[in-house]
């Protein structure tokens, strides 16, 4: 098989899916598009709020997985279209742990300034022995410090999902080499989920920044995934030590985004 044979294969797939789930297709396009288009408004936000000065820990690295998340997204978007969905589903782990992880600074800013410190190298050796000890912030740790046991359960059930190929695994080494439909679909609506989270959180970290048209269209972003989702798996702390830092929660935003 020559390599262009490959690229028609994965045209006709990508086309395929396109008039399988126009819906679907045409909102993830949509709203990574949007997200783009945040990212630049949030940029000039910073720029205008805060100068040359750094922004604080959590607020920082928030809004750097914001931004890396858009391109996992958007990597995990084409893929799933050619229903490459085991490598698409990889990108989408990264992408939750990432939204947990962010979560987890936006509610407890010590843990951001922890990473701040590892990262210039100013980091207590007491304070990197604990973090060593703790093995950093694991999928493990964060299942643990945020969320209750039944959300915990929820959770496992969507990594188990998503890390089917994160590994050498011989069974899932044919996946991919016929076009699956359930699995497209699967993989869309699973990116349109972590891209309405993506946006929460970005929203969450800056919501006192934001001016009215910049809540007025995330507002409108995340209408349009609710609308087609109708319901979608909360990744919002909901341990209660944390839960009532968060102001946008379980599809809160229409009240908080105003």
Not at 69 to 86: D, Q, V
Not at 106 to 119: K, Q, T, Y
Not at 145 to 169: M, Q
Not at 185 to 206: K, P, R, T, V, W
């Amino acid at each position: 098989m020559s390599s262009l044979d490959v690229w028609e294969i994965n045209f006709e797939r990508v086309k395929k899916s396109a008039e399988m789930f126009p819906e679907l297709t045409e909102l993830c396009d949509s709203v990574l598009d949007s997200m783009w288009d945040m990212k630049d408004r949030l940029l000039n936000v910073v720029r205008t709020q805060w100068g040359d000065k750094e922004l604080p820990p959590s607020q920082k690295f928030v809004s750097i997985y914001f931004i890396r998340n858009i391109m996992y997204l958007r990597g995990a978007y084409l893929l799933a279209c050619g229903s490459l969905c085991e490598p698409s589903r990889n990108l989408q782990r990264t992408v939750t742990e990432t939204i947990m992880r962010s979560y987890l600074f936006l509610v407890n800013p010590r843990e951001a300034n922890l990473m701040d410190s590892l990262i210039k190298g100013t980091i207590k050796p007491e304070d990197r022995d604990f973090l060593r000890h703790r093995k950093y912030w694991s999928f493990k740790f964060l299942l643990g410090e945020l969320y209750t046991k039944e959300i915990r359960k929820s959770f496992k059930k969507i990594l188990h999902r998503l890390s089917r190929s994160s590994h050498a695994s011989i069974m899932s080494a044919f996946t991919d080499l016929k076009y699956s439909s359930q699995s497209v679909e699967d993989c869309l609506s699973m990116i349109l989920a972590l891209s309405y989270h993506n946006i929460q959180i970005i929203a969450e970290g800056f919501l006192g920044l934001l001016d009215d048209n910049f809540k007025d269209s995330t507002r409108k972003v995340l209408k349009e995934i609710a609308d087609l989702q109708r319901e979608i798996t909360p990744f919002e702390p909901d341990k209660e030590k944390y839960s009532k830092k968060i102001k946008l929660k379980r599809g809160n935003f229409p009240k908080i985004l105003k």
